[in-house]
């Protein structure tokens, strides 16, 4: 009696092991993959790249660059981070009255505030030092569709509204240009200051939806459970949360990045989201945007990442793009950035000093 009940309690223990899901770890085709057998997408990447997310005009349709124009690019991105690097050296005195550099063009100097007095260098910068490649071949744009690379045509509401923002927001000249201009002015207070200003989301979209490459800080951290995905962004400490298998919020709840939820498609995973705020991270976009992103483990490392935007309030048509996630040893840091913070009281403070100075100037010094 005893050793049946030890045979058929060893038969049922091995059909369970049978029919139990893969454990955690990679599957025969090298996917990292979770308790369920789904992809796991946890780990850390590095999306900078030297591709452009709209395509060159002079490649028209091509999605595709040659060898050769991929080697031009990342060596004239070389040559220009050696030119920055040589344009000031720290024993040097700042440039007399704000100058450029003297014997570099335009594509090689210095960016900053008036007078081009210096500011972001090679130091705060990370663009990245190559093209990405698909399937070994490198791409002209992160964009494919349309298939000349490039945003549709905007509407004529959305151009109209860049053109009043334009005139709003001429820069920082040294003086208070903005007393001149009818309605708010662009200084007016914190609130009238672009949200990446105020520390509230990353600038260039880079937390998104869609997540795009900016110019530094373009690491992400994914961390991954059965019903939720976390994506850590580390320009301004973004984390965007995923629901698997959830259903949107109410419509008229909003949100700075949207709300996100997602669903498997085989080994990808689709993510929808909606319900953005007035003025998303996506630059133009409106509240009625909706992006449709994908995610696919391509190998043990990397992620191939796909996007779809659609807003008919400022876009004649859907717009999609697609470009390679590299995982990467680094870790995520801390970005310490704030709302409140020194430079926005120095923003503030700045232009109340230059409206003074031109009243001043314009009352004759009374």
């Known amino acids: 009696m005893q050793s049946r009940v030890s045979l058929a309690a060893a038969t049922a223990a091995a059909i369970v ?59 004239r991105e070389r040559l220009r981070v050696a030119a920055r690097a040589a344009v000031r050296q720290i024993d040097e005195p700042p440039p007399p009255g704000g100058a450029p550099p003297i014997g570099l063009g335009d594509e090689f100097r210095e960016t900053s505030g008036a007078g081009n007095v210096g500011g972001y260098n090679n130091f705060w910068t990370d663009r990245g030092s190559d093209v990405f490649s698909i ?11 349309p298939p000349n690379g490039r945003m549709p045509q905007l509407t004529a509401e959305t151009m109209q509204r860049m053109s009043e923002r334009r005139g709003r927001r001429r820069g920082n000249d040294g003086t208070a240009w903005w007393l001149e201009v009818e309605g708010p002015g662009p200084y007016d207070g914190p609130e009238t200051l672009g949200v990446p200003e105020r520390c509230l989301i990353g600038f260039g979209s880079t937390s998104g939806p869609p997540m795009l490459p900016v110019l530094y800080n373009n690491a992400k951290r994914i961390v991954q459970t059965e019903d939720h995905l976390m994506i850590l962004v580390e320009m301004v400490h973004d984390a965007r949360i995923v629901r698997i298998g959830g259903e949107h919020i109410p419509e008229d709840e909003r949100r700075w990045l949207g709300d996100s939820i997602g669903w498997w498609e085989g080994d ?20 009625n945007l909706k992006v449709t992103e994908r995610f696919t483990r391509v ?30 040893p680094a870790k995520v840091y ?19 000093l230059l409206e003074d100075e031109t009243r001043s100037a314009a009352s004759g010094g009374q």
């Open 299 to 328: 190998n043990t490392d990397d992620l191939l990442y796909a996007f779809t935007v659609e807003d008919p309030s400022v876009w004649s048509a859907p717009w999609s793009g697609e470009y390679l996630w590299p995982g990467t």
């Open 17 to 75: 092991l049978l029919a139990a899901p893969a454990a955690p770890g990679a599957d025969d085709d090298g996917i990292p993959r979770t308790a369920s057998g789904r992809p796991d997408f946890t780990g850390d990447y590095e999306i900078s790249t030297l591709t452009p997310l709209q395509r060159p005009r002079e490649f028209g349709d091509n999605l595709y660059l040659t060898s050769e124009q991929a080697e031009e690019i990342v060596e």
């Open 334 to 352: 801390e970005y310490a950035c704030h709302e409140g913070n020194y430079a926005m009281g120095n923003i503030l403070r700045g232009a109340r």
């Open 135 to 145: 399937d070994g071949r490198f791409r002209t744009s992160i964009i494919v569709d």
């Open 268 to 287: 990808t995973l689709v993510v929808e989201t909606t319900n953005f705020i007035d003025r998303p991270a996506l630059f133009l976009a409106s509240r």
